[in-house]
């Protein structure tokens, strides 16, 4: 959803419709679920035997909706007194001005609110904990949030992306949302230009680049001109799904490229033959306008005008981008419009590769130093990751009375997940009569934690009702048996790392002119500005830059985390 400033609109549009399914990813070999319902429900009580103030400091509309006043929190704040015996209560900045706020309130020290939520970097976070501001939450997870030590057992890479190399957890995501799209980046190809000019599905990098050359000399846009080829904005993309194709495990931009070998030895990808390999196939789609030649720096704006001209043979980024592009190409008037997703994806050597990255969640909740109750803190930050949490923080009431959403209804042989709703007549009927009804009632706002997770059958569901117009894209079985196979048949796990130490912060630093000089020349390989004959002459200079200090500060990370990994259960 990155690929332009222009499309930001229509992708949060779109976003409303495909969070109903986002939801913590289900892979499909799994049978995850959105955490069942806790029964951990003891009141919290006051000496006096009133009732527990708990405040939430998180960030306020810019609508002229108070959310504090909206019926949903209004509907959450009776749930948390009735289950805890808590009174709830929000604290809010607005969103422009939520980190100033936020920092300063840190910075102060003095009469924090009980919960705060930021999405802080790991380094500022360890600091928090360091200064004694927030509190370890291991315990507190282990005896009052079953439902998020459920997810834990899910997704343990939670642990390390919301705590410290100790394993110690010091937020808890605001929003866990995922499901198979999410974890993926593909390829995808003009499925219509195939059949029309009667080519094969390739499988290979030589077959896309005879597929390409084809769609430029036949004309396959019918504009007589040979203007049609792969596209994107930038190379990080390009580099972690192309490269996959030659057997690159994982490359986006030179200091984030790491993947391990068999032995568990930690390289950057960047210097790899098959990411020579890559750069040299990429460079001869450049030098013959197969692929554009303004990618490296167009702007959102050309890429738009190049996919309405009906120009795009193909492009790298999420799953839902075809169902989108061919939405608007054929809203410009090119009917038989068919980007797809290439699952499987090419390969050199039959071996296709899907990076199943890991998420870390959005922001997330910190019970600071100065919270009285902390158990009662962790009730209601874990009664989110319940099924009536979610549906309440997402959709708003969904029983008696609340009209405005039922149960979805799943097509036929599909599954949804629990938590999955649709709008009833009258929700229908009230989001199109009031574009901010969202905002009005208070949903989908971080009121208090929540917790997602969908399935390819969800996702299925929602692009065949939502993209009626995109063709394949939308097709169920379609989407059914890639998103599956994408995960199942060629994903590979993610390799991840714990937060680094502050000396290793400041040795890091060093090295920024490393990753400039890697991620320029990979640049320069591909457009011809250097020949890939000097490849091992850059190999040297990355040497002597220092690549191999680097790596051991990742080796330490990665062992770290494994060391934390092999902690849970």
């Given amino acids: 959803m990155k690929k332009t400033i222009s499309l930001i609109v229509c992708l949060f549009l779109v976003l409303a419709m495909l969070m109903g399914c986002t939801g913590t990813a289900t892979q499909s070999s799994e049978t995850t679920k959105a955490p069942a319902g806790s029964n951990s429900t003891t009141a919290a009580t006051t000496a006096s035997g009133k009732p527990v103030t708990i405040t939430l400091l998180t960030y306020e509309s810019d609508t002229e909706w108070a959310v504090a006043d909206t019926p949903n929190f209004k509907a959450i704040q009776k749930i948390m007194l009735d289950k805890f015996n808590v009174d709830y209560q929000l604290e809010t900045a607005l969103s422009k001005e939520y980190e100033t706020t936020i920092t300063t309130r840190f910075a102060s020290g003095q009469d924090l609110p009980d919960i705060i939520n930021f999405g802080y970097a790991s380094n500022k976070l360890i600091d928090l904990y360091t200064n004694g501001l927030i509190l370890k939450l291991n315990d507190l997870i282990d005896q009052y949030a079953p439902d998020y030590k459920e997810l834990l057992g899910i997704r343990p890479y ?269 929700g229908k009927a009230a989001a199109a009569e009031e574009p901010l009804l969202w905002n009005k009632m208070g949903w989908n706002w971080e009121l208090s934690t929540k917790c997602l997770i969908g399935n390819a059958d969800c996702i299925a569901q929602e692009f065949a009702q939502s993209f009626s117009n995109s063709g394949t894209a939308a097709d169920v079985q379609f989407n059914l048996k890639g998103l599956n196979d994408a995960v199942d048949k060629y994903g590979i796990p993610a390799v991840n790392f714990v937060a680094p130490t502050t000396e290793q912060s400041t040795q890091w630093a060093n090295y920024s002119d490393l990753w400039t000089y890697m991620d320029e020349m990979i640049g320069k390989f591909i457009t011809g500005t250097e020949p890939v004959s000097n490849w091992d002459a850059f190999v040297a200079k990355c040497e002597s830059m220092g690549i191999k200090d680097a790596t051991a500060i990742k080796q330490d990370q990665y062992d770290a985390y494994v060391k934390v990994m092999s902690t849970q259960k």
Wanted: net charge negative; proline share 4%.
């Fill in 158 to 426: 939670l642990i390390v992306a919301n705590g410290d190399r100790d394993g110690n957890i010091l937020r808890i995501p605001a929003q866990y949302i995922e499901n198979p799209q999410h974890r993926i980046s593909v390829m995808t190809i003009r499925k219509d230009w195939l059949t029309k000019l009667g080519l094969n599905m390739p499988s290979t990098p030589e077959e896309y680049y005879t597929v390409l050359k084809a769609f430029q000399d036949q004309d396959a846009n019918g504009n007589g001109k040979k203007d049609e080829f792969l596209t994107t904005i930038g190379t990080s993309t390009l580099n972690k799904v192309f490269g996959a194709a030659f057997g690159v495990k994982y490359m986006v931009n030179a200091a984030d490229s790491w993947y391990t070998d068999d032995s568990s030895k930690i390289y950057n990808t960047f210097l790899t033959t098959e990411a020579k390999d890559y750069v040299t196939f990429m460079s001869k789609l450049y030098s013959e306008k197969l692929l554009d030649n303004d990618f490296m720096n167009q702007t959102g704006e050309q890429f738009n005008e190049k996919l309405y001209n009906n120009q795009v043979a193909g492009e790298v980024g999420a799953w839902w981008d075809s169902a989108i592009y061919n939405t608007q190409v054929r809203d410009k008037g090119f009917s038989e419009a068919d980007l797809i997703p290439m699952v499987p994806s090419l390969s050199v050597n039959n071996k296709p590769l899907v990076y199943l990255k890991d998420l870390p969640g959005y922001d997330g909740f910190m019970i600071t130093k100065d919270c009285d109750d902390p158990v009662a803190a962790m009730k209601t930050i874990n009664w989110g990751y319940t099924l009536e949490g979610s549906q309440m923080n997402y959709y708003g009431e969904t029983g008696e009375g609340g009209d405005y959403y039922e149960k979805a209804t799943a097509l036929e042989g599909l599954t949804m997940p629990d938590y999955q709703m649709q709008y009833t007549a009258k």
